[in-house]
Each structure stands twice: as structure tokens, then as C-alpha cells.
């Protein structure tokens, strides 16, 4: 039994997103997920992003019904930049020291591990519950435990074939007025239609082209 942690910035939380978490919920047997939606992604500074309220709010909408799920706003509370460490300690005093505390990420992320605030004190608040990307060989964990051998024992591989959804593709296709389909959950559809959270989007995509004419 144990905790998972989940961060990101979920722009939007997508099907992807939510079998990761049940994947390990499950294998795991981890008595509940947090999903944790970063406020400001310091990797991604510079990057334009959905508003933290509202991406908080579409995460609480695509989990509220699911047994084992919550969210917490942490991150968006906190002032300046986001970094998972600091997330750790406080999830760490949270539930204390003999609790397994677990970080869930795809394969793909830990290319970007060592870029990381300390993640060698990350290694040392938690274990990690990795998936591999669809076609994944497993070279990516290959490669991160070799640059972070005392890992070892502290990765575990979940055995979950996760649909190749981005973002990116769905919020491009929304600002162009095609329909999500199956990947986003039926209330976060409504939410980003209610509030028209992707027409800068569209806006963007257009200068971009006008640009390269």
C-alpha cells in the first residue's frame, strides 16, 4: 500500500494521463493517486499555458467520480517556480516516513531526470512507477539507471501500454474545431468549450503561418 504521486500540467488532462494513473494505482496497490497540476514548469518556461485554475479545474472534473483518485493544488499555490522535489518533500512530511511514496511518470521523462532540482534527494523521498510509451524498447530505463545507479530497487516498471496521445495535437485540434473524440473525458470537453480555453491556439497557429508565407 502507498501513495502515488502524479504531476504535470495537464493542458488538458487527456485518456493517457488517467490509465497511467490507474496502471499504477492498480499494479501497485497503492491506496490513492494525487494528481498534482504544476503551476510554473520551469522546463517549460517560455512556453505559453492554460491558465493554473483552469487546468486545475479540468483535472478535478476527469477524476472526482474515480474511487482512489484526488487532486491536490500544491504546486499552483506555491509562489515561483515548479519543481518536483519540493512537491516530494512536502507529500514525504505529509504522509510520513514509512509510507511508500511513489512518482509516476512515463519512460520519456526520465531522459530529462538529470536536468531535474536534485534528483538525487528525489531518489531518496520516493520510488518511481515508470511506464513505457507505446514502441518503447525499454532503452530510455536502460540509460537512466545506468546515469543513476543507486536507482536500482527503486524503479518500478508498470506493465501498462499506454495509448501515444500529446497534448499539443489535442489542443491544436481543438482550436480548429475537430472533436477530442475518446481521448479527453466528456466533462473537460464541456469545460474547454464553456470557457474557450484553446482559441489562442488557433490564433497562434495562424501568425505562425502568416509568418512563413
Not at 28 to 56: M, N, V, Y
Not at 156 to 165: R, S, T, Y
Not at 183 to 204: D, H
Request: proline share 6%.
Amino acid at each position: 500500500m502507498g501513495i502515488g504521486g502524479f504531476g504535470g500540467t495537464f493542458d488538458p488532462i487527456h485518456r493517457g494521463h488517467l490509465e497511467l494513473a490507474q496502471a499504477a494505482l492498480i499494479e501497485l496497490s497503492l491506496d490513492r493517486i494525487i494528481f498534482i497540476p504544476a503551476s510554473q514548469p520551469w522546463l517549460k518556461e517560455g512556453q505559453p499555458l492554460t491558465p493554473a485554475c483552469h487546468r486545475l479545474a479540468m483535472v478535478r472534473l476527469a477524476v472526482e467520480e474515480t474511487p482512489g483518485f484526488s487532486v491536490s493544488a500544491m504546486e499552483i499555490h506555491r509562489s515561483g517556480p515548479t519543481y518536483s522535489v519540493d512537491t516530494l518533500e512536502a507529500l514525504r512530511q505529509e504522509v510520513g516516513e514509512d509510507e511508500d511514496l511513489f512518482l509516476i511518470l512515463g519512460s520519456d521523462v526520465l531522459e530529462q531526470f538529470h536536468r531535474w532540482k536534485d534528483p538525487e534527494r528525489i531518489l531518496e523521498l520516493c520510488r518511481l512507477a515508470v511506464a513505457n510509451r507505446a514502441g518503447a524498447d525499454g532503452s530510455q530505463i536502460s540509460r537512466f539507471l545506468d546515469q543513476f545507479p543507486n536507482a536500482a530497487g527503486k524503479v518500478a516498471i508498470l506493465d501498462a501500454n499506454l495509448p501515444e496521445i500529446s497534448s499539443t495535437g489535442l489542443r491544436d485540434d481543438m482550436a480548429g474545431g475537430k472533436p477530442a473524440g475518446s481521448m479527453i473525458p466528456e466533462r473537460v470537453v464541456s469545460y474547454i468549450q464553456q470557457y474557450g480555453l484553446y482559441a489562442w491556439q488557433n490564433k497562434m497557429n495562424s501568425e505562425d503561418r502568416l509568418g512563413h508565407a
